[in-house]
């Protein structure tokens, strides 16, 4: 089992109508490994993301998430994976520790499981205080890591991110990027959508889409070698100026 | 000025691209106005009557055979005197008329048979009119037969109605005006209230306000297009009314059509109001459908005669603008009267307008000052 | 089970803690049967007329005594003037103009019949109707006053089911269903579209809920909210309105939960089948005002048109509407109500079905 690739996908693509969000992507996500999923505004990452989480039926190609394939075995996959949105995705009219049951209950986490782990996670957020507070008079970064927890709450094999830190301080940024290390330090796959530049060379491999294809994919050592740039940013702007889609 | 004129088209393509809603707006009135045309009436009509009769002579019969040929009952054949309560209960029949035995014999013999009517008079109204109906048609029935037999006619005084303005009695006449009511308190109150809240909810009222529009422009932009859309739908009413179910229209259009617009700033006014005190679009949209919808249909005439109405609820009437607004446009369209005969009505819709426009400018300012 | 626990008591949290909606959950209702209640009745009562009194004899006299001796009508200033009683009816003064012509006792006396003209304000045609047949009572209560001749048929009225003919007795069990209705069919309506404005509905999309389970959870809390609030309903139109109940409670209840079905269901589907709350509430609305016009809650469902009562059929307002009114004051068992709860359950079933197909938790 250790030697099988957490994520593969073969020529994954989705056409709504004439338009072609997702031109045949191909690539493999090893196990415990930091993924990250970087691309301009509108180049399809958002939908790569929704095929694989089973939200959005892809139109063409092949892809096992924890070894379930997407079109045939959705619910499978949805047990095996943790999902936060681009989106806001706690209620912000119930408090922490209610969310926090809410989703872990619907994981089927028993009461007696429910209870010590949601006590660990507020303690572990160093959020005892705030646990009864509705989410929504808690600053933004957070919710956001309070949403990271509860993505992984249900102990998931791989979790993915769509711009879990987007409008979010630096030093938040960077303790959220703890939690995802620790997270994968335990073995879970972490597939992670960014703008931040900065954010991609804390990963394992990235890969960089443009127009619905992949462009570029590789460590950031390797990449930056192989395109002569000293910088992912660099790279990301080298290869983005090609496309036609999106505003960056 | 130019900022506002693009604020109004961005305010009007709002509107326009919403598909579902621009179909609900516009589709509304029409469906609404075919259904009070066609299928509501709230004369009674077609009721059936169970006979049940124990006398089976030509007296009973020929009274039967009245019964059977009023337009306003439908004899339903074959139920017996212990079944009525079983067809009461069943809906099968509203009325049972019941004659006795020997009941011709009777009435030659000058000792008065009684004809039992029983009405299943859980809806009063049709137990007491299909009452009336029967009384008539033996009244009748009486008077022809002494007139036939040649004896000496009772005097009477006869009742000769004369149904002015609606002989026919048609409701579409009634409902017309109050449907006007209703959709423009719809899409002018309701409406606003719901986008401007709306505005509110989603944060891009801040933006609006910071921008270089004075606040009475942002609101005057907001509900133009409800403005206009409302006009439509005024003409669309009228029209159908007019061309399709011969609705009279005997006093000034332009009268109407001033009043109608009278009505629509008054209710926009409502719905600015409405907005300034709520936060969220389903408050909003609650203390609209309770608070404006809900009165204009129940409180206003619209369906129900105020008259009939206890006291406090007729009071609690006089704060409900659709109940002038209706008094003003059935007297201009079914009665034909000018501004003689409503100008206190109208003066009462400028006074309510009047203190909506100031109390929603006040609220919006208030809200701008904190 | 469990998970369906779970939902419920998220829902539940999120109802509650909203201020804003808990009057409009608990009071609104309560007001809305009290008035509509009191308002809703075509019983009408103190006419306003004018005589014009031609012949001012004894007779006259006593027919106008007669008239304002009635609940139905009031007499007001009494004119000779045709012009007058014309500008009072159209200014909306009187309702009703009634003509005495001269030569009525005389006339009466030497056994010739008389003709009384009485000119109607018809605008509303039903409420001038209901006058004209009041004025035929008092009449018929003079005719029979002076007439010497044989009496002829006595008519025998007994009024089953209300007999003080009370409007409100009428009204309320249809009100009880409007009240039921509108609470549960916009706030379901409005529920899971809301999910998707704030956008939670994606990431309850990617856990394992299955669908059953979603809807089950959704529906469940405005089931129960919905039958509250008609006991709530049912106890004041016991104890303020004294609506008499005849039938079984239970079966009230028992086709109340399966109505609830039915209309929730309609409010998910539409809940799912929009993009936004405003969108929502509009189709919801717009169905409701159909819905209830063609109810019969209002006006009679036998004076409409054949096309409109068959249309009536699906319906499922008209047919709740009917088995309260059944069950309530006539006391009927469910074997009168068969017809009407095989409607229902035909309906429930579609409602839900389309409901539950409507709702992808996957896009394709």
């Known amino acids: 089992m250790t030697s099988a690739p957490a994520i593969i996908c073969q020529g994954l693509t989705r056409k709504f109508g004439s338009f072609t969000a997702v031109d045949s992507i191909s690539f493999e996500v090893a196990q415990g490994e930091v993924f990250g999923f970087l691309g301009a505004n509108g180049a399809g990452k958002t939908t790569a993301i929704r095929m694989l989480t089973g939200l959005l039926q892809p139109t063409g190609g092949q892809a096992w998430v924890a070894g379930h394939d997407v079109y045939s075995e959705v619910e499978a996959v949805k047990r095996s994976i943790g999902y936060m949105s681009q989106r806001f995705s706690l209620y912000d009219d119930l408090t922490v520790r209610e969310n926090i049951e809410f989703y872990g209950g619907i994981y089927g986490l028993r009461k007696t499981e429910l209870h010590q782990k949601s006590g660990d996670l507020i303690e572990r957020l160093d959020m005892e205080a705030e646990a009864n507070s509705m989410i929504r008079s808690l600053p933004l970064g957070w919710r956001q890591k309070i949403a990271f927890s509860v993505a992984v709450l249900h102990e998931p094999a791989i979790v993915f991110l769509d711009e879990p830190t987007g409008g979010v301080d630096p030093i938040t940024r960077r303790q959220f990027w703890d939690l995802i290390y620790e997270k994968a330090a335990q073995g879970v796959t972490v597939f992670v959508t960014t703008h931040y530049m900065d954010e991609a060379e804390y990963c394992d491999r990235v890969s960089i889409m443009v127009d619905g294809r992949i462009e570029a994919l590789g460590s950031p050592a390797e990449l930056k070698k192989g395109h002569g740039v000293d910088s992912i940013n660099d790279l990301f702007v080298l290869l983005a100026r090609g496309g036609k889609r999106g505003d960056a | 000025m130019k900022a506002f004129r693009g604020f109004v088209i961005k305010e009007f393509f709002h509107i ?89 014999r009777d009435l030659i013999l000058g000792e008065s048979p009684t004809v039992q009517v029983i009405t299943d008079a859980t809806d009063p109204n049709t137990a007491n009119t299909v009452l009336a109906y029967v009384t008539a048609a033996i009244g009748t029935y009486q008077i022809e037969v002494l007139t036939t037999s040649g004896g000496a006619r009772p005097a009477s005084i006869v009742l000769e109605p004369r149904m002015r303005f609606n002989p026919e009695l048609r409701s579409v006449v009634l409902f017309v005006p109050g449907l006007i009511a209703l959709i423009l308190m719809l899409v002018c109150a309701l409406m606003t209230s719901i986008t401007i809240t709306r505005e509110k909810e989603i944060g891009t009222m801040e933006i609006l306000l910071v921008s270089p529009l004075r606040p009475g422009q942002i609101i005057v932009g907001k509900v133009m297009p409800y403005l206009v859309l409302s006009l439509v739908n005024v003409v669309t009413i009228l029209l159908l009314a007019s061309q399709v179910f011969l609705v009279p229209i005997r006093g000034s259009l332009t009268l109407l059509l001033a009043e109608c617009f009278l009505f629509i700033i008054c209710a926009l006014a409502l719905g600015i109001f409405i907005s300034t005190r709520t936060s969220t679009q389903q408050v909003a949209m609650m203390i609209s459908l309770a608070g404006l919808l809900l009165p204009t249909v129940i409180l206003s005439g619209f369906i129900f005669p105020v008259a009939s109405m206890p006291a406090p609820l007729q009071i609690v009437s006089h704060i409900v603008p659709a109940k002038w607004f209706l008094i003003v446009i059935r007297g201009i369209m079914i009665k034909g009267v000018g501004l003689e005969a409503i100008w206190q009505e109208t003066l009462v819709l400028v006074g309510m307008t009047t203190v909506f426009l100031v109390a929603s400018v006040r609220g919006f300012n208030v809200r701008l000052a904190d | 089970m469990r998970i369906i626990a779970i939902i419920l008591r998220k829902e539940f949290r999120q109802i509650f803690r909203n201020r804003a909606m808990l009057p409009i959950l608990f009071v609104l209702p309560v007001i809305q049967l009290l008035v509509l ?73 030497a056994g010739q019949p008389v003709i009384v003209q009485v000119v109607l304000d018809a605008e509303d045609g039903a409420t001038a109707g209901i006058v004209q047949s009041y004025a035929t009572q008092i009449i018929n209560q003079v005719n029979a006053d002076i007439s010497l001749g044989p009496p002829g048929i006595r008519i025998a009225p007994s009024h089953w089911y209300n007999p003080n003919l009370e409007y409100t007795t009428f009204m309320v069990p249809g009100i009880l269903v409007l009240l039921v209705t509108i609470i549960g069919t916009f706030l379901s309506a409005m529920n899971v579209v809301r999910e998707k404005e704030i956008g939670t509905i994606e990431q309850l999309n990617v856990t394992p809920i299955k669908r059953y389970q979603f809807v089950v959870a959704k529906l469940l809390p405005f089931w129960i909210i919905g039958m509250a609030e008609l006991g709530v309903g049912l106890v004041i139109a016991k104890i303020v309105f004294s609506v008499p109940m005849v039938g079984s409670l239970w079966l009230v209840f028992a086709l109340a939960g399966l109505y609830l079905l039915v209309m ?41 048109p054949r096309w409109a009562q068959i249309v009536t059929e699906f319906n499922p307002i008209a047919h709740f509407i009917e088995i309260m009114r059944r069950i309530l004051l006539k006391g009927a068992g469910f074997q009168d109500v068969t017809r009407q709860t095989a409607a229902l359950a035909i309906q429930a079933v579609l409602m839900l079905t389309l409901a539950v197909r409507q709702y992808q938790k996957r896009t394709g």
Not at chain 2, 50 to 75: F, G, K, N, P
Not at chain 3, 46 to 74: C, G, K, M
Not at chain 3, 267 to 274: E, K, Q, R, V
């Open chain 3, 37 to 109: 209640s009191y308002a809703a009745t075509f019983e009408v009562r103190e006419t306003p007329l004018v005589v014009i009194d031609q012949d001012r004899s004894e007779t006259s006299r006593a027919l106008i005594a007669r008239l304002d001796a009635s609940l139905y009508f009031q007499i007001g200033e009494q004119t000779t003037s045709m012009e007058e009683a014309e500008r009072a009816l159209l200014f909306g003064e009187v309702d009703m103009v009634m003509t005495i012509p001269s030569g009525l006792e005389r006339d009466l006396g």
């Open chain 2, 16 to 104: 326009f691209r919403d598909r579902r809603t621009l179909v609900i707006l516009f589709g509304m009135p029409i469906i609404q106005m075919m259904l009070f045309g066609y299928a509501i009436r709230n004369e009674v009509q077609d009721v059936q009557v169970a006979v049940v009769d124990w006398a089976h002579d030509s007296a009973s019969e020929a009274i039967t055979d009245r019964l059977e040929a009023s337009r306003y009952l439908q004899v339903v054949p074959g139920i017996e005197h212990q079944d009525i309560e079983r067809a009461f209960r069943r809906g099968e029949a509203k009325v049972a008329v019941t004659f006795p035995r020997n009941f011709e």
């Open chain 3, 264 to 304: 929730l269901g309609l409010g998910l589907w539409i809940s799912t089948l929009t993009d936004t709350q405003q969108q929502a509430m509009f189709v919801a609305w717009f169905l409701m005002v159909i819905f209830i016009l063609l109810s019969g809650l209002f006006t009679p469902i036998d004076s409409m």
